[in-house]
C-alpha cells in the first residue's frame, strides 16, 4: 500500500488578516521542542495507535510511503536541520519510496543556505504561498513579502535545484482588480511554475477579515474586497490563461505542468490513506479519520507524556464514505465513474445527477460525470444540491 505523510507546522512570523487556520505566532524557542514531539510521534505512532485503537499494525505492515508534504503555517520557517530531522524521521520509521517530498515555504524566508540544505535533505517539491504580485494586496492582508521577494526567492529555489515548484495565488484579495489580478497571472506565467494553486478568498468567522466582511465592518481593508462576480471572473481568466499556456487543470483549484499534478494532495482527493503528523495534523486509514490536537503547546505537552493526541475522531459509515467519494471526486476534472460507485455503495444516482444535468451543472461522458467547466466556480452549490 501506498501512503503519504502529513507534517504540520503551526507556526507563522505573523497572522495574516484572512487566515482561518490554526496557527501561532510564536518564539524560535518553541520549534525545537515541537520536532521533538513530532518525531516522537512518528517514530511511536504504531504503538500510540495500538494503544488508542486506531490502525493495528499489521494493517500497515505493507506501507510504503511515496510522499511527504510538510505545511503548516509557515514551515520553512524552521531551521534546516529541524527540517532534515523531521524528514529523516519518516525514512526510519517507514518503508520509503519517496517520489515527492513538499515544504509549504513563504518568500521573505528563503536563503541560499537554507534552500540548498532543503534539498539535501530530499525536500524536491516547494509549494510557494506568493498569494499575489501587487505590493498594495500582500500589504492590505498583512502578508510578509512584496512582489520583488518572489523574483529573489525562485532564482535562490532553481539555483538550489528545486525543479518543482508551486505557486498559489488568492482570488479575492482587498483591492484586487481585473487589472492587478491579470498582472498577477502575466507574472505568474512568466515564472513558469511547474504547478499553480488558486484559491478564491474564503470569509468566514475564522479570520479577523472574514468577520470584519459579515459584519460589513471597514478594518482589515474589507471594504475593499472585491464582490463574488468579480472574484468569479478572476477565476475564469485564470482557468483560460493557463490552459492557454499549457497547464492542466486536474482539481478545481489545481493546476499542473502535465505529469507534474501534487502526487500527495491527489491521495487526498482519491480517498488514499495518509498519516497526519503534529498539531491539527489529520489521518485517514480508508476506514477511519481522525485528527490531532490542534493547539502546538497541548500536542507537545501529550507527547511528552507519551500520549497520542488526537482531539476527533470519525469511523466512516457507508453513506459518508459515499459522500465523500462525490465531494472529492467531482473536485477532480476527470470526474467519477458513477457505475462505479453505485456499485460499490448500492446506491442508484443516476436520478440526482440527472437533476444536475438539466439544470447545466455536470456534463456526462459515457460512465463519467464531471462539472460542467462553467460551474467550477461554483462547485459548492452543486455539491449542496448534490448532497439533498
Ligand atoms: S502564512 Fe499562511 S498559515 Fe500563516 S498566517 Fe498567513 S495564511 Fe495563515
Redesign the pocket.
Given at each position: 500500500m501506498q501512503l503519504g505523510v502529513y507534517i504540520q507546522v503551526?507556526?507563522?512570523?505573523?497572522?495574516?488578516t484572512?487566515?482561518?487556520?490554526h496557527?501561532d505566532?510564536v518564539s524560535a524557542a518553541r520549534f525545537r521542542p515541537y520536532v521533538e514531539a513530532v518525531t516522537r510521534e512518528i517514530r511511536g505512532h504504531r504503538m500510540l495507535y495500538e494503544e488508542a485503537g486506531l490502525v493495528r499494525p499489521e494493517a500497515l505492515a505493507d506501507a510504503v510511503v511515496d510522499t511527504i508534504y510538510i505545511g503548516?503555517?509557515?514551515p520553512s520557517l524552521l531551521d534546516s536541520g529541524e527540517l532534515q530531522r523531521l524528514v529523516e524521521s519518516v525514512g526510519e520509521t517507514f518503508a520509503t519510496e519517496l517520489r515527492e517530498v513538499t515544504l509549504?515555504a513563504?518568500p521573505e524566508t528563503i536563503e541560499e543556505a537554507k534552500a540548498r540544505a532543503w534539498a539535501r535533505a530530499g525536500i524536491n517539491r516547494i509549494s510557494f504561498?506568493l498569494?499575489s504580485f501587487s505590493d498594495r494586496e500582500l500589504t492590505a492582508?498583512?502578508?510578509?513579502h512584496r512582489r520583488a521577494d518572489i523574483f529573489r526567492a525562485v532564482s535562490i529555489l532553481r539555483a538550489a535545484g528545486i525543479a518543482n515548484i508551486s505557486f498559489d495565488l488568492i482570488a479575492g484579495l482587498p483591492h484586487q482588480t481585473g487589472e492587478s489580478w491579470g498582472a498577477s497571472i502575466t507574472e505568474l506565467l512568466a515564472l513558469a511554475p511547474e504547478h499553480v494553486s488558486i484559491y478564491m478568498l474564503e470569509i468566514d468567522e475564522g479570520s479577523r477579515l472574514g468577520k470584519e466582511i459579515l459584519s460589513e465592518g471597514t478594518r482589515y481593508s474589507a471594504a475593499a474586497v472585491p464582490g463574488d462576480d468579480a472574484v468569479v471572473g478572476f477565476y475564469e481568466v485564470a482557468c483560460g490563461a493557463l490552459a492557454a499556456a499549457g497547464y492542466h487543470h486536474y482539481e478545481i483549484s489545481n493546476w499542473a505542468k502535465p505529469g507534474l499534478e501534487s502526487l500527495h494532495n491527489l491521495k487526498y482527493w482519491r480517498r488514499e490513506a495518509y498519516l497526519g503528523f503534529g498539531a491539527g495534523a489529520h489521518s485517514f486509514s480508508g476506514a477511519e479519520r481522525w485528527g490531532n490536537e490542534p493547539d502546538a503547546a497541548a500536542y507537545v505537552r501529550a507527547m511528552e507524556a507519551g500520549r497520542l493526541p488526537v482531539a476527533e475522531r470519525e469511523t466512516l459509515t457507508s453513506e459518508r464514505a459515499l459522500e465523500e467519494e462525490l465531494f472529492l471526486g467531482l473536485r477532480q476534472l476527470d470526474g467519477i465513474d458513477l457505475a462505479r460507485i453505485e456499485a460499490r455503495y448500492g446506491v442508484q444516482l443516476a436520478k440526482r445527477f440527472a437533476r444536475l444535468a438539466a439544470g447545466g451543472f455536470i456534463e456526462q461522458d459515457g460512465p463519467l460525470v464531471r462539472l460542467a467547466p462553467g460551474r467550477l466556480s461554483v462547485s459548492n452549490e452543486v455539491f449542496v444540491e448534490l448532497l439533498r
Open positions: 503551526p507556526f507563522c512570523q505573523t497572522k495574516c484572512y487566515c482561518n487556520f496557527t505566532v503548516g503555517g509557515t509549504e513563504d504561498g498569494q492582508v498583512g502578508r510578509r
